[in-house]
């Protein structure tokens, strides 16, 4: 069973930055293409970032220049480096993974089989 477990989100005052972690147990995390998603309050979940397998990134507009996600896969970790934060990116932020994540589909939730519970980040002065 694939269990990510997200760690890293608080309180930060706008212009700040968070680091977003998410830890996997079970599975072969190496070959799992893995993303975050974000879901603010009243609003849909939506598409943040994406590693694949291979390394490569995959951004949505809006955080372009400002997140970097990474991988270690000797620490079954994603990281979600984030900087420069404002008021619209709170959010709950999760991670979720998958293995078999085709390019065309990497921004969609459906995409993903495992999910972990989420951590609050909170901008605001």
């Known amino acids: 069973q694939v269990r990510p477990v997200e760690s890293g989100g608080g309180l930060v005052q706008p212009g700040g930055s968070l680091r977003l972690s998410c830890v996997f147990s079970g599975g072969t995390f190496s070959r799992y293409t893995v993303a975050w998603f974000r879901q603010a309050t009243g609003k849909d979940r939506e598409f943040v970032a994406a590693i694949r397998y291979s390394g490569h990134t995959y951004y949505t507009d809006s955080v372009k220049g400002r997140f970097t996600i990474s991988r270690v896969n000797a620490e079954n970790t994603v990281y979600l480096q984030m900087n420069s934060l404002s008021p619209e990116d709170t959010a709950v932020y999760y991670c979720?993974?998958?293995?078999?994540?085709?390019?065309?589909?990497?921004?969609?939730?459906?995409?993903?089989?495992?999910w972990g519970q989420g951590t609050q980040v909170t901008v605001s002065s």
């Open positions: 979720a993974a998958d293995s078999g994540v085709i390019l065309s589909s990497i921004r969609y939730q459906t995409s993903y089989d495992y």
